[in-house]
């Protein structure tokens, strides 16, 4: 090629400079989180930088107003927002999560931008903590931070606990020190007001609520549903778009103007009735401070280490600088198990009682309720409190008052009162860091309840133990009947055949499984030949390299017995990775612990061990148990990662004299499940003896068999004067025959009723309703079918909504002695 004259050659470089720039602005395409950005244009002269215009920002609208301070993905000027207001511990949202999902394979960050919204609704008590935890990772890490706490927080809706937040957010990312420090001063807390009551603004009564280009969507739609609205909400924007409209302006636009077009939002539903229920709560010789002889008892449940516990303190401070001689107050300790430091706090409040008194504990209580709860805090808390130091810090280390501890947290769990803090006032529960005007409210209503009973002949001194005659006790702890393992069962701790068996439900990539771990060493070296634990598999439907996991388990217990199994599992557990528990780290473990690895890898290949695995799923189907850990302690249950304290309070029921299971007490279907293998019970044919009728005020009958559904055919036809109906049951805390497992408040309870019922109402599957909801044994199996039935075989209330509805109609609430009811008339 010939050398170009040197005019051409400079025209050429000035070309290919202008195309080199052009190329440069184009291909990088300003940040959807940092604008405005520079650009550095390439130049055969020094090099210049260049400022790129800055893409323009969306306008938020007034409608469904969108700010950088919500939680987003997609592209800013994308031209669908949806937002969606949601509940971390609503099911519904859960489900409505994966349609996001498609949504967002379906459309691209381009086409369709998603924007969060907290709205935790006052029934789920793990909600709002939840969602303030959320916040936190997004104001401290970004939205891709908070999007991966996100999807873990749904994955795992039975384990929304401080203790989990944190490790979520340090596997999204977020310093764990930091998100700490923030979480529990809830420096975000006013966020999660704003939008509760943005989202009742714009009309949200339950969740999910999903506003599409402003277009209001109630619950979890089908894809379909959003696919259509999404792609009407494309073609406008597009004719937005032409007419002239400004991207920046297009979601301000469609959104206002689909508001304006939506009929007014459904105005709320009236509160329900207040819970009354009165507690058996034993003051039993607990730390008091106030007048011994108020008309007022205040009993708080409460943990040192609890942010929520510190938030209420100054209420509880003023309650007493209000009332007076009205109000006497009182401390049970319940230190939360993931609170590492709140019972060594605990045991100096304690060693400051007994060196002391009452009055030092007191000091103490106003210590440590403003943090400070390291050892050397802790002595330095000695030494304030004029205390013999030497000797509080032996008390600590050897746990000198942990029968007291125990005992109160041993009240907290037969009251239901898990959570910290939590209230009784002359036995009238009140849960959670309330404002002072609930706590008035219910304290001048005792007050003017107690003027009534001294009025008629008490003792001022006496009203409270004249309340408590006719006080409800709490509940006994779960029962459940699951049967004795085998010698194809892996154990460790006693010999078969021990005083207590703990049979353990788990799943290897469970992280709270991992976490249990050491509370179960230390629970068998409580009890030295009296415990034994037995592995039962339950590789949850979410953690899917679980299954494998556990065939691997079971080849190292068939080479190598209960040692092989227990090495397997150490292995498992210390990395619950994706490649931590692939195919290639299994076979590392195997070869570890000495297995045959030709004969370990030809066991996964074939399968040997699903059939193993499957039995142990479905004997926790038939048990009710859903989520690991889970327990069987003897007959006791207990779920979750607890505490070694409720391990031991459960093993010494077991090991002492106790009654035997009932029907009332049981967990999940409340009958004994069937053997593994064994024959199941046949429906009852047509003319088979019925169940015995229920007595008025009795619970509604039960179906013939546990658990197992009825066919139609089955169901003898009905006669004159029978009825049938489906039903879905919430219980509440006090209800008739209401479990330890249900501790949701009357009020509550009325509240889910109600949004089950619009779920319902809006064409929900009436089954599907019932298996996830009712609080009815068996309910989820019989889709709440309880057949047909004659006058006077159920109580007065059900009976009556039942005769008012039309066959295939649903009734509204209807409230008897069990809970709440929303009934389908079959019959």
């Known amino acids: 090629m010939p050398a170009l004259p040197p005019f051409s050659r400079l025209f050429l470089l000035q070309f290919l400079w202008c195309f080199l720039a052009a190329c440069a602005s184009g291909a990088v395409p300003p940040s959807a989180v940092e604008r405005p950005k520079t650009v550095v244009l390439p130049a055969p002269a020094p090099t210049v930088a260049v400022a790129a215009e800055p893409e323009p920002e969306p306008e938020p609208g ?47 960050p381009e086409r369709l931008r998603i924007v969060w919204r907290h709205f935790p609704l006052a029934f789920h008590k793990n909600a709002r903590p939840a969602h303030l935890a959320a916040q936190t990772v997004f104001r401290l890490g970004g939205p891709e931070a908070f999007w991966k706490f996100h999807r873990l927080a749904f994955a795992n809706q039975r384990s929304l606990a401080p203790e989990s937040f944190e490790s979520w957010a340090a596997e999204a990312g977020v310093d764990r020190a930091a998100f700490r420090a923030s979480f529990e001063q809830q420096q975000h807390a006013p966020k999660i007001e704003r939008d509760v009551e943005a989202g009742q603004a714009a009309g949200v009564r339950g969740t999910p609520a999903t506003f599409v280009n402003g277009v209001f969507v109630s619950g979890a739609r089908p894809i379909e549903d959003f696919r259509t609205l999404v792609n009407e909400q494309l073609r406008a924007a597009e004719d937005l778009r032409r007419s002239g409209v400004p991207q920046e302006r297009i979601y301000a636009a469609l959104s206002e103007q689909n508001k304006a077009r939506a009929p007014a939002p459904t105005p709320p539903t009236a509160p329900a009735p207040e819970d009354t229920t009165v507690w058996k709560v034993p003051v039993d010789g607990s730390p008091i401070r106030g007048n011994p002889g108020a008309l007022v008892t205040l009993v708080m449940f409460s943990d040192f280490q609890c942010p929520f516990c510190r938030r209420a303190a100054p209420t509880v401070d003023g309650l007493e600088k209000k009332y007076g001689a009205q109000l006497r107050v009182v401390f049970k300790h319940n230190p939360l198990p993931f609170h590492e430091r709140a019972e060594p706090a605990a045991e100096l409040a304690l060693e400051a009682k007994a060196q002391k008194g009452d009055a030092a504990f007191w000091k103490a209580y106003d210590l440590l309720k403003s943090g400070g709860l390291e050892d050397a805090d802790l002595a330095a808390h000695a030494t304030s409190l004029g205390l013999d130091v030497a000797r509080a810090q032996r008390a600590i280390a050897a746990r000198r008052h942990a029968a007291r501890i125990e005992r109160d947290q041993r009240l907290a769990d037969d009251l239901q009162a898990r959570g910290t803090p939590h209230f009784f006032i002359n036995g009238r529960r009140l849960a959670g860091a309330q404002p002072a005007e609930k706590f008035e409210a219910l304290i001048d209503e005792q007050i003017a309840h107690a003027a009534k009973l001294v009025a008629a002949g ?43 068996t703990i049979q353990m439900f788990a799943d290897f990539q469970c992280p709270f499984c991992k976490r249990v771990q050491p509370t179960i060493d230390e629970v068998i070296s409580a009890y030295p030949g009296k415990v034994r634990v037995v592995f039962r598999h339950l590789p949850l439907p979410f953690h899917t390299r679980a299954p494998l996991a556990a065939e691997a388990s079971i080849e190292a217990f068939r080479q190598k017995g209960d040692a092989g199994f227990w090495a397997m599992a150490q292995r498992l557990w210390e990395d619950q990775s994706e490649s931590g528990l692939g195919r290639e780290a299994l076979e590392r473990h195997a070869a570890a612990i000495g297995l045959d690895v030709a004969k370990f890898g030809a066991a996964l290949d074939s399968g040997a061990h699903r059939a193993a695995v499957e039995a142990d799923r479905k004997l926790a189907e038939r048990l009710h148990i859903t989520g690991t850990p889970s327990f069987a302690i003897n007959d006791y249950f207990l779920g979750g990662a607890q505490s070694t304290a409720h391990f031991k309070r459960l093993v010494d029921r077991a090991l002492g004299p106790h009654d035997p299971p009932t029907k009332e007490s049981l967990h999940g279907a409340g009958k004994p ?92 599957r009436f089954e599907d309703l019932a298996a996830q909801y009712s609080d009815e044994p068996g309910a989820a199996a019989r889709g709440g079918d309880l057949g047909t039935f004659s006058k006077g075989m159920m109580v007065p209330e059900f009976e009556q909504a039942v005769e008012k509805v039309a066959v295939g109609a649903l009734s509204g609430i209807v409230e008897t002695p069990f809970g709440f009811h929303i009934i389908l008339r079959t019959r």
């Not at 509940?87 to 349609?99: I, Q």
């Open 673 to 764: 499940a069937a053997q593994p293998g064994a024959a199941q019970p046949t429906p009852a044919q047509p003319g088979a003896a019925q169940p015995t009728p229920a007595q008025p005020g009795a619970a509604p009958p039960a179906p013939a068999q546990p658990g197992a559904a009825q066919p139609a055919a089955a169901q003898p036809p009905a006669t004159a004067g029978q009825m049938g109906a489906k039903h879905l049951l919430i219980m509440y805390a006090g209800s008739r025959r209401a479990p330890a497992r249900v501790v949701r408040t009357r009020d509550e309870a009325r509240a889910l009723a109600e949004q089950v019922l619009k779920r319902a109402q809006q064409g929900a």
């Open 458 to 500: 008490t003792p001022p001194a006496k009203v409270y133990d004249a309340l408590q005659k006719e006080a409800r006790a709490g509940n006994a702890p779960e029962r459940i009947l699951a049967p004795a393992p085998t010698k194809d069962n892996p154990g460790k701790g006693a010999k078969p055949g021990a005083k207590v």
């Open 62 to 108: 007034t409608a469904v107003p969108v700010t950088r301070a919500d939680p987003w993905w997609g592209e800013p000027l994308a031209p669908v927002t949806l937002v969606v207001w949601g509940d971390y511990e609503c099911p519904f949202t859960s489900r409505h999560m994966a349609t996001l999902e498609q949504l967002k394979q379906a459309y691209g």
